[in-house]
Antibody
Framework: QITLKESGPTLVKPTQTLTLTCTFS??????????VGWIRQPPGKALEWLAL???????RYSPSLKSRLTVTKDTSKNQVVLTMTNVDPVDTATYYC???????????????WGQGTLVTVSS | EIVLTQSPATLSLSPGERATLSCRAN??????LAWYQHKPGQAPRLLIY???NRATGIPARFSGSGSGTDFTLTISSLEPEDFAVYYC??????FGQGTKVEIK
């Protein structure tokens, strides 16, 4: 059974750095073609793709947020960490992590998602 | 930049009716399109990938079609649990704005 769960602060002040952790089970990020991505959804708005890390440590980022995002993995802990610097109230959103389908080419689609964690950016 | 436009924004239907959702890309994306179902407070669920392939465990009432710039998600007969928001996604990045399927 594949599960993913996001964790991190619920409230962050503007200009601070947000760190979110995705802890997963049922698959390994050391297995070829596996990837874990991050997606967010501001309240009342659509989903936004943020970042993806592959089993071989290759990383992809949203062009519009690339300068502020870093994604890393700890294979031994089955965790992926997303860091976002210099947060702003517009970064208030539910943040999801999800598994990239290993069968896909390129960035792929997400076949398993976490429940999401709501992060509010406010002073 | 590839933009996905979904229509309509809201679809009001009754259980048992057929739902037809549209997703249009501003340039060709071949068949690289997925559909997700999202209910409040739940994880999004992959329904369709590569335009027309049902994901594991997805009921046959969900079907996808299209290629190039025009894509359709069809729910042949709405079940009570199908009322949700549906998003299309170009493989890898861009999501559409969503279509809410609500009970009429």
């Amino acid at each position: 059974q594949i599960t993913l769960k996001e964790s991190g602060p619920t409230l962050v002040k503007p200009t601070q750095t947000l760190t979110l952790t995705c802890t997963f089970s049922g698959f390994s990020l050391s297995t070829s073609e596996v990837g874990v991505g991050w997606i967010r959804q501001p309240p009342g708005k659509a989903l936004e793709w943020l970042a993806l890390i592959y089993w071989d440590d290759d990383k992809r980022y949203s062009p519009s947020l690339k300068s502020r995002l870093t994604v890393t993995k700890d294979t031994s802990k089955n965790q992926v960490v997303l860091t976002m610097t210099n947060v702003d109230p517009v970064d208030t959103a539910t943040y999801y992590c999800a598994r990239r389908r290993p069968e896909d080419e390129g960035l792929g689609y997400f076949d398993y998602w976490g429940q999401g964690t709501l992060v509010t950016v406010s002073s | 930049e590839i933009v996905l436009t979904q229509s309509p924004a809201t679809l009001s239907l009754s259980p048992g009716e057929r739902a037809t959702l549209s997703c249009r890309a501003n340039q060709s994306i071949s068949s690289y399109l997925a559909w997700y179902q999202h209910k409040p407070g739940q994880a999004p669920r992959l329904l369709i990938y590569d335009a027309s392939n049902r994901a594991t465990g997805i009921p046959a009432r969900f079907s996808g079609s299209g290629s190039g710039t025009d894509f359709t998600l069809t729910i042949s007969s709405l079940e009570p649990e199908d009322f949700a928001v549906y998003y299309c996604q170009r493989r890898g990045r861009t999501f559409g704005q969503g279509t809410k399927v609500e009970i009429k």
